[in-house]
């Protein structure tokens, strides 16, 4: 702890803050009235002898030539980071700065590789706390990795923009976000509710100050997350006064711990269920404009950029957070246990790829073997719009000790019905009896999970064994087989 800097009131703090996107795109919040912004989309720029903002490489930089470029009465007594797998803003040397240090690590649900990459750049620094400020799904992963100090911090760049609530409401249904090639399941569940004319959806893309204005003169207003995360939509909308309609995640993504469904917002598991909830706020828009109150209020109380700002501070300086930002909450940051490094990273990677296609808009029904890592089971448990299944039935208490057992259904039989992926281990294939065991498997393709992590003998021994059960190898890392009968 650092007495002398957190008697200061956090508006008189010095701030530094280093950002990695486009602050005409999206500006970080103003923290304090003595804040300096850095970062490879901002400029040197210097008002009255006083820093405003630096510009730094991109990528990889020495933080502590930025710091030094500051006015003495700058100096920060915090450095605020944000980081994405964007890998354009990678401040190094943070430890040497002797200050509190905060990671906030950006959307880990969609890119190139995201997870591997902001956990490789959170472990090589020391900062104090690490934060994921939208996705608390992958929290365990950094606590696996060995990183102290791991929260989640949600909708820590959120912006009020003081809107009045609105008793009447012009339009009847909105959706304000994108909806491109980038966000195939959002645009196919647009459609199709484009398509019903009674409902009225307005469907556009604005500034935040604008779609702010959107959601509080709307009945109900649809959020579709990206890939299954907490967004900033769900807050921006509640603090507008929007009745939101957002999609129905699983326990790992968090959003139980921070409203309640059916009082704060209401949610949808899919598309028929969307649509008739749609209806029903339509027809009843006293019921629609009760919860946006509620939702509203609880904004009010619970949520505000001012309280989130002071949270975060409390937690740099005195180690304190909302128990909802615990992410040890999700209990498979204590059961899940890699034995090393590549291991764990094993598991990432492979993790990263049904997640990249539930991105795409597939539906999985994925199949672990029972000699599959039941880890990886558990990871998939989060990816709310898959089907997961294990014939490990003897490890019903392993998956209820990880806090699964709700996502991951467990059976002694193949499934009747044909299933997405099938994922094995190598020693299902090594013994050269898996065309005799798999006759009645029904299954689109095969994910040997360790086969990156065996010697180059076995793994060419294994696809020649796959490769006579009609299967053929079109990945390596991750290994993916598929079914040509």
């Known amino acids: 702890m650092h007495p002398q800097v957190t008697a200061k009131a956090p508006k008189e703090l010095n701030l530094l803050v ?8 999206m500006a970080p919040v103003q923290f304090s009235e003595n804040q300096v912004s850095c970062g490879p989309f901002y400029e040197n720029q210097d008002h009255n002898g006083k820093a405003i903002s630096r510009k730094t490489p991109r990528g990889c930089y020495d933080i502590t030539c930025i710091v030094e470029s500051l006015p003495h009465e700058q100096k920060p007594d915090l450095l605020i980071v944000k980081a994405d797998a964007t890998r354009s803003n990678f401040p190094q040397n943070v430890g ?16 190139q590789d995201p997870l591997q990459t902001l956990i490789r750049y959170a472990a090589s620094e020391k900062y104090t706390v690490y934060t994921a400020d ?30 009045p609530f609105q008793q009447q409401r012009q339009i009847p249904l909105s959706f304000v976000g994108q909806a491109g090639k980038f966000h195939p399941y959002r645009s196919s569940i647009l459609k199709r509710l484009s398509e019903e004319p009674d409902l009225g959806l307005k469907v556009g893309r604005a500034t935040q100050e ?6 509080a003169t709307s009945q109900c207003t649809l959020n579709l997350s990206m890939n299954g995360d907490v967004n900033l939509r769900v807050f921006e909308v509640l603090a507008a006064g929007g009745c939101l309609l ?9 959003m139980d711990l921070l409203f309640d469904e059916g009082v704060h917002l209401d949610t949808f598991g899919c598309y028929d269920e969307l ?30 950029p001012k309280r989130k700002q002071q949270q ?21 940051s204590l059961v899940c246990q890699s034995p090393d490094a590549p291991t764990l990273f094993n598991r990432i990677r492979n993790y990263e790829y049904f997640q990249q296609k539930q991105l795409e808009g597939e539906e999985q029904h994925l199949l672990f073997s029972n000699k599959a890592n039941r880890n990886l089971a558990c990871d998939t448990a989060d990816l709310y719009r898959a089907q997961i299944t294990s014939l490990d039935s003897l490890s019903q208490a392993f998956f209820k000790s990880a806090g699964v057992e709700t996502e991951v259904r467990t059976t002694g039989n193949f499934p009747k019905e044909r299933v997405s992926t099938y994922i094995i281990s190598i020693d299902d294939v090594a013994d050269g009896t898996f065309a005799q065991k798999h006759t009645e498997l029904k299954t689109a393709q095969i994910m040997v999970e360790d086969f990156p992590l065996q010697p180059k003998e076995l793994q060419t021994s294994v696809t020649a064994e796959l490769r006579a059960c009609g299967f053929m190898i079109c990945s390596d890392t991750p290994a993916i087989f598929l079914n040509l009968n």
Not at 278 to 304: I, V
Request: hydrophobic share 30%; proline share 3%; glycine share 4%.
């Open 312 to 332: 975060l501070i409390e937690l740099a300086f005195k180690g304190w957070s909302d128990s909802a930002w615990n992410a040890q909450r999700d209990k498979r």
């Open 210 to 215: 604008e779609s702010s204005k959107v959601y």
């Open 246 to 254: 957002t999609d129905r995640l699983h326990r790992q993504a968090g």
């Open 18 to 25: 280093s950002y990695h996107t486009d602050p005409s795109y």
């Open 134 to 163: 939208h996705v608390r799904r992958h929290l365990h992963y950094f606590i696996e990795a060995g990183l102290k100090n791991v929260f989640w911090a949600p909708a820590l760049n959120l912006r009020d923009w003081k809107i």
């Open 275 to 304: 649509r008739d909830k749609c209806h029903f706020y339509r027809n009843n828009p006293d019921e629609a404009l009760k919860m946006a109150w509620r939702g509203y209020n609880e904004y009010k109380r619970s949520h505000t």
């Open 96 to 111: 040497k700065l002797g200050i509190p240090s905060v990671l906030v690590i950006g959307d880990t649900q969609h890119q």
